[in-house]
Nanobody
Framework: QVQLVESGGGLVQAGGSLRLSCAAS????????TGWFRQAPGKEREFVAA????????YYADSVKGRFTISKDNAKNTVYLQMNSLKPEDTAVYYC????????????????WGQGTQVSVSS
């Protein structure tokens, strides 16, 4: 079993930055790749970024490429999402999730999910 807890969300002005954290617990977390997804009101959950279990490979949605950076601290069992140059359209609940498959953008391939953290970007 893997438990995931997100933190770091909040309200920020357009152009600002936030860093989200995803703290994982459970002995088996090291075998999983980790992804970030987001869901805005009335919209489907969408893929944002993913990182391999080693942390050496990353993958991003086109909408965040160049603005967001995913990273991992294996010693702390924590995955981060650094979000820069935020836009109002980035407003959503952000979720981290764990998958045995790296690089998949489909939420159905992720086995474990956190509770989500709200990110709101004002114009």
């Amino acid at each position: 079993q893997v438990q995931l807890v997100e933190s770091g969300g909040g309200l920020v002005q357009a152009g600002g930055s936030l860093r989200l954290s995803c703290a994982a617990s459970g002995r088996s977390f090291s075998i999983y790749a980790t992804g970030w997804f987001r869901q805005a009101p009335g919209k489907e959950r969408e893929f944002v970024a993913a990182i391999s279990r080693s942390g050496r490979s990353t993958y991003y949605a086109d909408s965040v490429k160049g603005r967001f950076t995913i990273s991992k601290d294996n010693a702390k069992n924590t995955v981060y999402l650094q979000m820069n140059s935020l836009k109002p359209e980035d407003t959503a609940v952000y979720y981290c999730a764990a998958s045995v498959v790296f690089g998949t953008t489909s939420h159905v391939d992720y086995n474990y999910w956190g509770q989500g953290t709200q990110v709101s970007v004002s114009s």
